[in-house]
Structure formats: C-alpha cells, structure tokens
C-alpha cells in the first residue's frame, strides 16, 4: 500500500510570492491533516480536511490556506511568503479521524516538502 | 502556551542501555498520546500510543508509562541500538480535535556503539 505522498519535495520561493503544496494520502483515508515544521518551533498544527470540508484549525494566519479534493487530494497554500515560512510541511493522513477507536485515528505523515523562503 | 513539555531535549545513550524520555501535559481533556520517531529527511512515523485509561503498554523494545495523576507519560527504549538513534516526539490529542495533534519539542536520541 503506498503512503501518504508529497509533491513537490523541495523547492525555493523569493518572499512575496506564493506555494502550493499537494498532498496524496493513503488509499481509504478521508481525513488529511498539514504540519509545519521548523527547528524553533518544532511540529505545529495548521489545518484538517475531511470529506472536502476544513474540520479545525491551527493558531496561523490566513495567509496559509487549503483545501480538499472528492478524492481526498489535499493542497495548501501559502501566500504572500515570508523568511519565516521556510520550514518542512508534512502531509499526513488517516483514516477517520474524530470517529473510530485508537487504530482508527493513527495518524501517519508523509515525508514532507522543504520550503526555502529567500 | 506550550501544553506538552518535552525532556530531554537530547539524550546519549550506549549500545543496550535504557533510553528514557518523559513528556509532561496540561489539557486534561487530552485523550491520546502517541510517541513519533523521525530519521533524518523523512516524516514522523508512529511508534506506539496509548489511551489514558491504560498504565502501560509495550510493544517490542518501546514500552508507554502513563500517569494520568501526574498527567505525564514517558517512552522506554529498552536494549538501546544504533539504529534507534532518531528524534522522538511526543503528541496528544483530544479526540473531538480530530487529527491535530500537539506535539512535544522533540527529543533527539544517540545511540553509541
């Protein structure tokens, strides 16, 4: 079964301009989460999508969007980039989310786009 | 507000010892706890998890304690190898808050030969 996948992997972007990041999940899973990760401020929730609509959110600003596709493809957003923005964003999927027990919820990551903000 | 302290932030350990990291949290309402292993250049991967009406549960080499009094929860590498040599993170989460997990600082472990 293949896992989550993220395109592209890396990639360099001049402040001020825009990204779009795409995400697959695991085949069955409905619920696609997105993560920041930086050295500061480690593993930071941004948004989840489930059956195409966006079920929570993260404390960061509306620059960074998503959204999902009828068969669970995710892509975010992030506008009008900043320095700050270069991170590692991770995609990850399950199969359920708010229902179903603990195996139901596992959650698991793909391995990311590195974003590099100059 | 940081709701789930990790310690240490790096830890050394040798070829079969003990490796211990302990996490600390402050949203009682937190009903999941997972620990994440992370190689360099790849994604988190789920290691092993627990639920808050369990004490302990071991898988393998990786054992979860978990004292929900104290509300902390530690992960126990036990036979420590080289190829556990990692970062680790701690999450938690609460189950009405679907996936969003909030996730510890890491802990980066080094396993010596």
């Known amino acids: 079964k293949a896992g989550v996948t993220q395109t592209p992997r890396y990639l360099i972007k001049t402040r001020g301009q825009q990204v779009t990041l795409s995400c697959s999940p695991i085949?069955?899973?409905?619920?696609v989460s997105w993560y920041q990760q930086t050295p500061g401020q480690g593993l930071q929730f941004l948004f989840e999508?489930?059956?195409?609509?966006?079920?929570n959110k993260g404390n960061f600003p509306g620059r960074f969007s998503g959204r999902q596709f009828s068969n669970s493809r995710s892509e975010m957003n992030v506008s009008t980039l900043e320095l700050g923005d270069s991170a590692l964003y991770l995609c990850a999927s399950s199969f359920r989310g708010i229902e179903g027990g603990l195996s139901g919820n596992t959650i698991y990551f793909g391995e990311g786009s590195w974003l590099t903000v100059v | 507000q940081q709701q789930v302290k990790q310690s240490p932030q790096s830890l050394i350990v040798q070829k079969g010892g003990i490796s211990i990291i302990n996490c600390a949290y402050e949203?009682?309402?937190?009903?999941?706890f997972p620990w994440y292993q992370q190689f360099p250049g790849k994604g988190p991967a789920l290691l092993i998890a627990?639920?808050?009406?369990?004490s302990e549960k071991k898988e393998g080499r990786f054992t979860i304690s978990f004292n929900k009094s104290a509300k902390q929860f530690s992960l126990h590498i036990m036979d420590s190898q080289p190829g556990d040599s990692a970062t680790y993170f701690c999450?938690?989460?609460?189950?009405?808050?679907?996936?969003?997990?909030?996730f510890g600082k890491g802990t980066t472990l080094s396993v010596s030969s």
């Open positions: 949203n009682t309402a937190f009903d999941y």
């Open positions: 627990i639920r808050p009406d369990v």
């Open positions: 999450a938690a989460s609460r189950r009405q808050a679907g996936t969003a997990l909030i």
């Open positions: 999508y489930f059956s195409e609509t966006q079920r």
């Open positions: 085949s069955g899973h409905r619920s």
